[in-house]
Each structure stands twice: as C-alpha cells, then as structure tokens.
C-alpha cells in the first residue's frame, strides 16, 4: 500500500512540475527575436507593490488557456514600470534614472512606462509583428475576460 501511495505522490508531484507556464522574456529580447521571426508582443507592464498585478500573475496568467495561447501567438515580456531594465526601442535607449534601490514601496517611474502613456497598473500591451505599440488593455482581467482581447 505504501509503494502505491508513493507512486502516486510522485506522479502528481511530477504533473505539476512540468505545469504550462508563460515563456516570459524582457523587451530587449523580444524585438531581437521579432526580427528573426515576426510576430506580436504582448507586454505585461507590473510594479512590485500592485496588488491587482499580482493577482494577474497568479491566476490569469497561470490559466492554462491564456498560457497556451500567450506562447504560441506572442513574444510575451514582463516588464516592471519603476524597474531598471535600459530599453532600446526604435532608436532610443529609455531606462529609470531615478530608481532607488532602497525604496520599500513605490519608486520612480521608468521612462518606457511615460514613452507608452501607461494609465494605471496593470497593463498590457500588444506590439504588432513590426514592433509597432497598440492600444493597452489597462486592469486586472479574469482568464475568460483576457481571451476575446488577445
């Protein structure tokens, strides 16, 4: 009995860690990748202290229909908007000047976050197969609300 309870143990251990996860990459990544092979970006624009953000993460992008349509149609990026990535996008370098390293809570704002006109945390952005930004989708959607929009 006790060999079987460990068979079992092990193989929903092992179901979940092969679990369908988004391919997250940075900005910089994706353009690279979209000149090689073009197609769309979708961009998940977070901050460390957002509540709704972190609920996108943990439920709606863990369903696994939004995961499997997310890497098959898209680059995906996560990208922080008071973070320090330095992005080349369309011939200029945007980066966080002011980020303090030290802050608990809310920092600066990057300034590839003022290039896109981000209106509130989250959003997401779709980049078509050229790089060319669309409209943000801007909140915290459920799976089933996120599906019509990608």
């Known amino acids: ?13 092992s179901f979940a860690a092969t679990a369908q996860e988004i391919k997250w990459m940075t900005f910089n990544e994706a353009i690279a990748a979209q000149k090689k092979n073009p197609k769309p970006i979708f961009m998940d624009v977070y901050t460390d202290w957002c509540g709704p953000c972190k609920m996108l993460d943990k439920n709606t992008f863990h ?15 996560k990208f922080n908007g008071e973070g320090t990535d330095v992005i080349n996008y369309k011939g200029t370098t945007f980066k ?9 809570g809310r920092n600066s704002i990057h300034d590839f976050t ?17 790089g060319d930004v669309k409209s943000p989708i801007v909140g915290y959607y459920t799976a089933e609300q996120l599906l019509p929009m990608l």
């Open 63 to 77: 369903d696994p229909k939004i995961v499997e349509l997310v890497n098959k149609n898209y680059y995906a990026v």
């Open 96 to 104: 966080n000047a002011n980020h303090n390293p030290n802050s608990k």
């Open 114 to 130: 003022t290039y896109l006109q981000l209106r509130g945390y989250p959003s997401m952005y779709i980049f078509d197969a050229k």
């Open 1 to 13: 009995m006790k060999k079987y309870l460990l068979v079992f143990v092990l193989a929903i251990g």
